[in-house]
């Protein structure tokens, strides 16, 4: 059974920065590229990051700049790291392999004084 688990999200600071990680098992992990989503509410889902077995990595010009999308294949884990976050950064942030459509629960980030 493949499961994708997100955690690191919470209530930031304008300006602070989080981390988020997503594990994955029940799959060989290296062998699949890996995008992190965020959902605002009220909002459509969108593609934050995206980075692939190559280690190539593309990001929505909202976050360019600010957050970065890494991943460690010895842990079966990728990670956001989120810097400069602003109000408009708020969402639930989900993990996604695009192979197979398979998603995590989600995350909620908050960005607020």
């Known amino acids: 059974q493949v499961q994708l688990v997100e955690s690191g999200g919470g209530l930031v600071q304008p300006g602070g920065s989080l981390r988020l990680s997503c594990v994955v098992s029940?799959?060989?992990?290296?062998?699949?590229?890996v995008r992190w989503y965020r959902q605002a509410s009220g909002k459509q889902r969108e593609l934050v990051a995206t980075?692939?077995?190559?280690?190539?990595?593309n990001y929505a010009d909202s976050v360019k700049g600010r957050f970065t999308i890494s991943r460690d294949n010895t842990k079966n884990t990728v990670y956001l790291q989120m810097s400069s976050l602003k109000p408009e950064d708020t969402a639930v942030y989900y993990c996604?392999?695009?192979?197979?459509?398979?998603w995590g629960q989600g995350i909620q980030v908050t960005v607020s004084s």
């Open positions: 996604n392999i695009p192979v197979g459509a398979l």
């Open positions: 980075i692939t077995i190559a280690l190539n990595t």
């Open positions: 029940g799959i060989n992990f290296s062998n699949y590229n």
